[in-house]
């Protein structure tokens, strides 16, 4: 079984400018640079047959290259729990084109389509229940703000589950141009 999900990798610049601002969270689980993206649709574990066939699809998907910047900051929850704290992305029309586009590919290899909202954004922690407050991280990073910046080929990851949490090794990258 082959655990996939379709993403995009800021430059090392903007990398290094997230990996800055993480910190003062007791608890939280940091992403490390090798870690850092923007998910276009997440997989989950399909059999070797089905993701050569999605990495076959995904090599149609044709659309431009994406122009975006970091915009904010912000916590998912989960049963009023929050459970990540996330940098956003803007502006968010192509990143949903582009999700749309590798949402469609996918079902063609017989995948179900993606039924959740799209929020293009970059996870920066996951919390658990013994995590401290993140009020502080999101007020002192509302503002966090980038240069533009080019997103050209979107990724193909496979992702192993482990004690210090996900590894995502990078499989095909495919291009985006026009």
Same mark, same amino acid.
């Given at each position: 079984?082959?655990?996939?999900?379709?993403?995009?990798?800021?430059?090392? /610049?903007?990398?290094? &400018? *997230? @990996?800055?601002?993480?910190?003062? %969270?007791?608890?939280?689980?940091?992403?490390?640079?090798? &870690?850092?993206?923007?998910?276009?649709?997440?997989?989950?574990?399909?059999?070797?047959?089905?993701?050569?066939? %999605?990495?076959?699809?995904?090599?149609?998907?044709?659309?431009?290259?994406?122009?975006?910047? *970091?915009?904010?900051?912000?916590?998912?929850? =989960?049963?009023?729990?929050?459970?990540? @704290?996330?940098?956003? %992305?803007?502006?968010?029309?192509?990143?949903?084109?582009? +999700?749309?586009? %590798?949402?469609?590919?996918?079902?063609?290899?017989? *995948?179900?389509?993606?039924?959740?909202?799209? !929020?293009?954004?970059?996870?920066?922690?996951?919390?658990?229940?013994?995590?401290?407050?993140?009020?502080?991280? !999101?007020? =002192?990073?509302?503002?966090?703000? =980038?240069?533009?910046?080019? @997103?050209? +080929?979107?990724?193909?990851?496979?992702?192993?589950?482990?004690?210090?949490? /996900?590894?995502?090794?990078?499989?095909?990258?495919?291009? *985006?141009?026009?």
């Amino acid at each position: 079984m082959h655990r996939l999900f379709v993403g995009l990798r800021p430059p090392p /610049a903007i990398r290094a &400018q *997230l @990996l800055q601002a993480m910190g003062g %969270v007791t608890g939280a689980r940091w992403q490390d640079d090798s &870690q850092l993206h923007l998910t276009l649709r997440f997989i989950g574990e399909i059999e070797r047959p089905q993701a050569e066939d %999605v990495a076959i699809a995904l090599s149609n998907v044709r659309f431009p290259a994406i122009h975006v910047a *970091l915009a904010g900051v912000g916590q998912f929850e =989960s049963r009023g729990r929050p459970n990540a @704290l996330w940098a956003g %992305v803007r502006p968010h029309d192509a990143l949903a084109g582009l +999700h749309k586009k %590798v949402d469609q590919a996918l079902v063609r290899c017989g *995948l179900l389509p993606e039924r959740r909202a799209y !929020l293009p954004h970059i996870t920066l922690a996951r919390l658990n229940a013994a995590a401290g407050p993140a009020e502080r991280f !999101l007020e =002192s990073h509302a503002g966090l703000a =980038s240069a533009p910046f080019t @997103l050209d +080929h979107f990724l193909l990851f496979e992702s192993t589950l482990g004690r210090e949490g /996900a590894i995502y090794e990078a499989i095909e990258r495919y291009p *985006l141009r026009g």
